[in-house]
Protein backbone atom coordinates (compact mmCIF):
# COMPACT_ATOMS: atom_id res chain seq x y z
CA UNK A 1 0.00 0.00 0.00
CA UNK A 2 1.42 3.49 -0.66
CA UNK A 3 2.62 5.52 1.75
CA UNK A 4 1.01 8.91 2.34
CA UNK A 5 2.16 11.46 -0.18
CA UNK A 6 4.70 14.34 0.61
CA UNK A 7 3.19 17.93 -0.21
CA UNK A 8 4.58 18.50 -3.95
CA UNK A 9 6.60 21.01 -4.99
CA UNK A 10 6.26 23.98 -7.78
CA UNK A 11 6.45 22.44 -11.19
CA UNK A 12 10.20 22.54 -11.96
CA UNK A 13 11.62 24.05 -15.26
CA UNK A 14 12.36 20.79 -17.24
CA UNK A 15 15.33 22.71 -19.18
CA UNK A 16 17.01 23.28 -16.04
CA UNK A 17 19.05 19.93 -15.14
CA UNK A 18 20.61 21.18 -11.91
CA UNK A 19 17.31 22.44 -10.45
CA UNK A 20 15.84 19.16 -11.93
CA UNK A 21 18.24 17.18 -9.58
CA UNK A 22 18.12 18.80 -6.73
CA UNK A 23 14.64 19.10 -6.71
CA UNK A 24 14.83 14.96 -6.88
CA UNK A 25 17.01 15.14 -4.02
CA UNK A 26 15.35 17.20 -1.73
CA UNK A 27 11.60 15.10 -2.31
CA UNK A 28 14.26 11.98 -1.98
CA UNK A 29 15.72 12.96 1.20
CA UNK A 30 12.45 13.31 2.91
CA UNK A 31 10.95 10.33 1.49
CA UNK A 32 13.79 7.97 2.65
CA UNK A 33 14.34 9.96 5.89
CA UNK A 34 9.84 9.72 6.87
CA UNK A 35 9.65 5.90 5.54
CA UNK A 36 13.29 4.74 5.12
CA UNK A 37 14.59 2.77 2.10
CA UNK A 38 11.84 -0.17 1.54
CA UNK A 39 9.14 2.44 2.76
CA UNK A 40 9.76 5.34 0.50
CA UNK A 41 8.64 4.44 -3.34
CA UNK A 42 9.66 6.32 -6.61
CA UNK A 43 6.16 7.08 -7.21
CA UNK A 44 6.07 9.09 -4.08
CA UNK A 45 9.23 10.54 -4.87
CA UNK A 46 8.10 11.56 -8.06
CA UNK A 47 4.24 12.96 -7.16
CA UNK A 48 6.52 15.22 -4.18
CA UNK A 49 9.13 16.64 -6.75
CA UNK A 50 6.36 17.45 -9.36
CA UNK A 51 7.89 15.37 -12.00
CA UNK A 52 7.14 12.39 -14.03
CA UNK A 53 9.05 8.50 -13.38
CA UNK A 54 10.64 9.10 -16.72
CA UNK A 55 12.58 11.96 -15.48
CA UNK A 56 13.74 10.43 -12.37
CA UNK A 57 14.98 7.34 -13.96
CA UNK A 58 16.94 9.87 -16.54
CA UNK A 59 18.62 11.19 -13.71
CA UNK A 60 18.83 8.32 -11.53
CA UNK A 61 18.82 4.92 -13.10
CA UNK A 62 17.48 3.00 -10.03
CA UNK A 63 15.72 3.68 -6.93
CA UNK A 64 19.77 1.95 -5.23
CA UNK A 65 21.24 4.73 -7.46
CA UNK A 66 18.79 7.58 -6.01
CA UNK A 67 19.56 6.77 -2.81
CA UNK A 68 22.96 6.52 -3.01
CA UNK A 69 22.70 9.91 -4.62
CA UNK A 70 21.14 10.88 -1.83
CA UNK A 71 23.73 9.32 1.03
CA UNK A 72 26.05 11.46 -0.66
CA UNK A 73 24.45 14.33 -0.80
CA UNK A 74 23.63 14.63 3.34
CA UNK A 75 27.16 13.94 3.66
CA UNK A 76 28.33 16.30 1.72
CA UNK A 77 25.78 18.80 3.23
CA UNK A 78 27.03 17.62 6.50
CA UNK A 79 30.74 17.88 6.52
CA UNK A 80 29.96 21.60 4.99
CA UNK A 81 28.03 22.59 8.18
CA UNK A 82 30.68 20.57 10.10
CA UNK A 83 33.62 22.52 8.63
CA UNK A 84 31.36 26.22 8.72
CA UNK A 85 30.34 25.85 11.88
CA UNK A 86 33.19 26.42 13.81
CA UNK A 87 35.63 24.22 15.64
CA UNK A 88 38.32 24.29 17.70
CA UNK A 89 41.35 25.33 16.09
CA UNK A 90 42.36 28.78 17.19
CA UNK A 91 40.31 28.44 20.37
CA UNK A 92 41.07 28.07 23.80
CA UNK A 93 40.83 24.27 24.72
CA UNK A 94 38.32 23.64 27.21
CA UNK A 95 35.70 20.84 28.11
CA UNK A 96 33.22 23.76 27.40
CA UNK A 97 34.43 24.46 24.38
CA UNK A 98 34.71 20.90 22.84
CA UNK A 99 30.58 20.73 24.50
CA UNK A 100 29.79 23.60 22.70
CA UNK A 101 31.48 21.62 19.46
CA UNK A 102 28.84 18.96 19.69
CA UNK A 103 26.25 21.04 20.34
CA UNK A 104 26.20 23.02 17.38
CA UNK A 105 26.35 19.49 15.45
CA UNK A 106 23.51 18.36 17.32
CA UNK A 107 21.46 21.45 16.36
CA UNK A 108 22.47 20.84 12.80
CA UNK A 109 21.11 17.37 12.85
CA UNK A 110 18.11 18.26 14.69
CA UNK A 111 17.28 20.74 11.95
CA UNK A 112 17.51 18.09 9.59
CA UNK A 113 16.25 14.96 10.91
CA UNK A 114 15.35 13.21 7.95
CA UNK A 115 19.86 13.38 7.38
CA UNK A 116 20.24 11.89 10.60
CA UNK A 117 17.55 8.93 10.07
CA UNK A 118 19.45 8.39 6.46
CA UNK A 119 22.79 8.11 7.61
CA UNK A 120 22.20 5.73 11.16
CA UNK A 121 18.88 3.81 9.76
CA UNK A 122 20.80 1.09 7.05
CA UNK A 123 18.57 -0.57 4.21
CA UNK A 124 17.02 -3.90 4.76
CA UNK A 125 17.73 -5.69 1.82
CA UNK A 126 20.61 -8.01 0.59
CA UNK A 127 21.74 -5.59 -2.10
CA UNK A 128 26.02 -5.67 -1.65
CA UNK A 129 26.70 -2.50 -3.80
CA UNK A 130 24.08 -0.59 -1.17
CA UNK A 131 25.12 -2.18 1.84
CA UNK A 132 29.02 -1.80 1.30
CA UNK A 133 28.19 2.09 0.17
CA UNK A 134 25.66 2.76 3.49
CA UNK A 135 28.85 1.14 5.62
CA UNK A 136 31.10 3.74 4.20
CA UNK A 137 28.97 6.34 4.39
CA UNK A 138 28.41 5.44 8.11
CA UNK A 139 31.61 5.28 8.56
CA UNK A 140 32.33 8.58 7.48
CA UNK A 141 29.69 10.32 9.14
CA UNK A 142 30.90 8.83 12.88
CA UNK A 143 34.56 9.86 11.95
CA UNK A 144 33.13 13.11 10.96
CA UNK A 145 31.85 13.02 14.21
CA UNK A 146 34.81 12.32 16.50
CA UNK A 147 37.27 15.24 14.25
CA UNK A 148 36.52 17.53 17.29
CA UNK A 149 37.51 14.47 19.70
CA UNK A 150 40.34 14.06 17.55
CA UNK A 151 42.08 17.28 17.51
CA UNK A 152 41.08 18.10 21.09
CA UNK A 153 43.14 14.42 22.07
CA UNK A 154 46.03 15.90 19.84
CA UNK A 155 46.39 18.57 21.76
CA UNK A 156 45.98 16.77 25.78
CA UNK A 157 48.69 14.55 27.53
CA UNK A 158 47.16 11.41 28.54
CA UNK A 159 48.28 9.37 31.23
CA UNK A 160 50.92 6.48 30.34
CA UNK A 161 49.54 3.67 28.64
CA UNK A 162 46.48 5.19 27.74
CA UNK A 163 45.77 4.31 23.88
CA UNK A 164 44.81 7.62 22.27
CA UNK A 165 42.80 5.51 19.54
CA UNK A 166 40.43 3.96 22.38
CA UNK A 167 40.08 7.28 23.94
CA UNK A 168 38.78 8.40 20.56
CA UNK A 169 36.74 5.58 20.15
CA UNK A 170 35.34 5.82 23.72
CA UNK A 171 34.39 9.36 23.22
CA UNK A 172 33.26 9.49 20.34
CA UNK A 173 30.44 6.25 21.31
CA UNK A 174 29.62 8.43 24.10
CA UNK A 175 28.60 11.56 21.53
CA UNK A 176 26.89 9.47 19.64
CA UNK A 177 24.74 7.84 22.20
CA UNK A 178 23.81 11.49 23.39
CA UNK A 179 23.02 12.88 19.86
CA UNK A 180 20.90 9.61 19.60
CA UNK A 181 19.38 10.06 23.03
CA UNK A 182 18.60 13.98 22.62
CA UNK A 183 17.38 13.42 18.75
CA UNK A 184 15.08 10.93 19.79
CA UNK A 185 13.71 12.88 22.36
CA UNK A 186 13.33 16.20 20.22
CA UNK A 187 10.91 13.79 18.10
CA UNK A 188 8.97 12.96 20.83
CA UNK A 189 8.70 15.72 23.01
CA UNK A 190 7.72 19.55 21.68
CA UNK A 191 10.80 21.00 23.63
CA UNK A 192 12.81 23.93 21.93
CA UNK A 193 15.68 22.59 19.85
CA UNK A 194 17.85 25.27 22.06
CA UNK A 195 16.76 23.68 25.46
CA UNK A 196 17.20 19.97 23.79
CA UNK A 197 20.91 21.01 22.74
CA UNK A 198 21.47 22.72 26.11
CA UNK A 199 20.72 19.70 27.94
CA UNK A 200 22.77 17.14 25.52
CA UNK A 201 25.94 19.78 26.08
CA UNK A 202 25.01 19.51 30.00
CA UNK A 203 25.16 15.86 29.84
CA UNK A 204 28.25 15.59 27.51
CA UNK A 205 30.16 17.88 30.07
CA UNK A 206 29.46 16.04 32.91
CA UNK A 207 30.23 12.66 31.36
CA UNK A 208 33.23 13.84 30.19
CA UNK A 209 34.30 15.28 33.19
CA UNK A 210 33.70 11.53 34.70
CA UNK A 211 36.31 10.33 31.85
CA UNK A 212 38.44 12.42 32.62
CA UNK A 213 38.85 12.49 36.42
CA UNK A 214 36.86 8.93 37.25
CA UNK A 215 34.17 8.36 39.55
CA UNK A 216 36.52 7.55 43.18
CA UNK A 217 38.41 10.11 45.01
CA UNK A 218 40.60 7.05 45.76
CA UNK A 219 40.78 3.69 44.43
CA UNK A 220 39.80 0.83 46.81
Same mark, same amino acid.
Given at each position: MEHEQLTPLAEPPLA?? $??? @? +??? /????? @???? &??GY +???????????????KGLLFHYYKSKENLFIAVLEHCMTRFLEAVR $???GLAG?? %?? /? &?? /??? %????? $????? &??PDYYRIFTQPPQQESQLLTDFFNRKREEYQQTISLGLR??????? /??????? +???? &??????VIHLQEKYLTDLSRQTLPVSQVTEMMEAEFVEAMDIIFHG??? +? @?P
Open positions: DN $TDN @R +ERI /LSAAV @RAFG &EH +EGASTNQICAAAGIS $TGGQP %LT /L &ET /LAG %LYRRQ $TRFLS &EHLFLSRSN /LRPGISR +EAAL &ELMTGLILL +E @R
